[in-house]
Each structure stands twice: as structure tokens, then as C-alpha cells.
T-cell receptor, first 113, second 119 residues
Framework: GENVEQHPSTLSVQEGDSAVIKCTYS??????FPWYKQELGKRPQLIID?????GEKKDQRIAVTLNKTAKHFSLHITETQPEDSAVYFC????????????FGSGTRLLVRP | GAVVSQHPSRVICKSGTSVKIECRSL??????MFWYRQFPKQSLMLMAT?????????EQGVEKDKFLINHASLTLSTLTVTSAHPEDSSFYIC???????????????FGEGSRLTVL
């Protein structure tokens, strides 16, 4: 089945700097790659997603890139703000047609004021 | 976005008792729901896929007799932790995708989560 690895596990940046989180996946059939932000004690919230027919997607300060050949995708946050501090999870679609998501291990992002 | 409601948000029970957690999709029909378990500071581990009108599909290593899943309607799935023990203490989160062609087609929406503490 699908396996998703995520790095780094923790990331500390200065406010205004950029943050990059990387994920790799194992199943070449996966075609949907969302990113979720989870604040302490709260539910994960979708922040951006990308499908396998697209190489890059941007939404204001956040962007995601996908390299299907290498089977990795990345989240880029520019001009970070303290409110960006949270745990970020990448995910990849599981078995074809199952619609289930397999999550990475998470990255704890701290944006220092 | 679409709303998935989960209840209860917190539950404390004695060892050996059973606990039921409900997951409802409030504004869309969800033929498929997913149950995840999250330990402190860890990722979301998929436990099972709940299928409306049929048996749930469990991930490897998840005891189906321990975690009973029922998906009796298009808007409700329940997870029952049977004969709970302290090691079952965790944060359980359900999720659902709107596959019906509505406004939110494809996106996975999460419930608020249920924190189970077994004494």
C-alpha cells in the first residue's frame, strides 16, 4: 500500500522567512496530494491540494509542487507569520478508487516573531 | 466548507466498558467515511473505511472486533470501541468526502475529533 514520508519533523523560521516541507510517496498510482494544517487540539484543515495532472499550484502565500517522476511533493509558505505556527501534514491518495488518504508523519512549524 | 460533526468531543470511561462515537456529515451525503486515530504529537493513522450499507474495510493491524464500525445511513457512521482499555486512549477523528457531485466534491472534511480516556 501507499507509504508517505515527511520531512522535517520540526521547523523553526523567523517571521517573514519562507518554510518548505517535503514529502515522498511510494505508490505511483496516487493522484491526489492534499496538505492539512492542524492547530493544537483542533481538527485538520485543508490548506491546499494538488492533483497529479498539475505540477504546481499556488494560493496567495502557499504553494505546492509535485514531481511525479520522483514521487515527491512539497509545501512552500512564503512571508511566514506567527499564526502559521501549527502542525502540517501531507497526504497521498491510497488505493486507486478507494478515496482514502495516507498521511505523512507531520511537521511542527514554529514561526518566531 | 462542508461540515462533519463528531460526538462526543471528550469521553472518559472505565476499563472494560464500550464507547460509541458518532460522525455525521451535516450538509452532504457521504457514502464513504474514514476513521483515523491520532496519538499525541503523532500523525493520523487510518483505521478503517466505513461504507454505507456494507461492511467496513479495516487497515492491517486494526482489530475489527475491537473497533466496530457501522454506517447505517448516508450521513452517519459510528465507531464503537468495545471493552476499552487504557491503551485505547487516543484522539479519534472521522472524515468524509463528498463524492456526490456537490459543491465540495473530492475534499476530505474532518470531524472535531473525540478524545477518549480509558481509566
Amino acid at each position: 500500500g501507499e507509504n508517505v514520508e515527511q520531512h522535517p519533523s520540526t521547523l523553526s523560521v523567523q517571521e517573514g522567512d519562507s518554510a518548505v516541507i517535503k514529502c515522498t510517496y511510494s505508490d505511483s498510482a496516487s493522484n491526489y496530494f492534499p496538505w492539512y494544517k492542524q492547530e493544537l487540539g483542533k481538527r485538520p484543515q485543508l490548506i491546499i491540494d494538488i492533483r497529479s495532472n498539475v505540477g504546481e499550484k499556488k494560493d496567495q502565500r502557499i504553494a505546492v509542487t509535485l514531481n511525479k517522476t520522483a514521487k515527491h511533493f512539497s509545501l512552500h509558505i512564503t512571508e511566514t507569520q506567527p499564526e502559521d505556527s501549527a502542525v502540517y501534514f501531507c497526504a497521498a491518495s491510497g488505493e486507486l478508487g478507494s478515496y482514502k488518504l495516507i498521511f505523512g508523519s507531520g511537521t511542527r512549524l514554529l514561526v518566531r516573531p | 466548507g462542508a461540515v462533519v460533526s463528531q460526538h462526543p468531543s471528550r469521553v472518559i470511561c472505565k476499563s472494560g466498558t464500550s464507547v460509541k462515537i458518532e460522525c455525521r456529515s451535516l450538509d452532504f451525503q457521504a457514502t464513504t467515511m474514514f476513521w483515523y486515530r491520532q496519538f499525541p504529537k503523532q500523525s493520523l493513522m487510518l483505521m478503517a473505511t466505513s461504507n454505507e450499507g456494507s461492511k467496513a474495510t479495516y487497515e492491517q493491524g486494526v482489530e475489527k472486533d475491537k473497533f466496530l464500525i457501522n454506517h447505517a445511513s448516508l450521513t452517519l457512521s459510528t465507531l464503537t470501541v468495545t471493552s476499552a482499555h487504557p491503551e485505547d486512549s487516543s484522539f479519534y477523528i472521522c472524515s468524509a468526502r463528498d463524492l456526490g457531485g456537490g459543491r465540495f466534491t473530492g475534499e476530505l472534511f474532518f470531524g472535531e475529533g473525540s478524545r477518549l480516556t480509558v481509566l
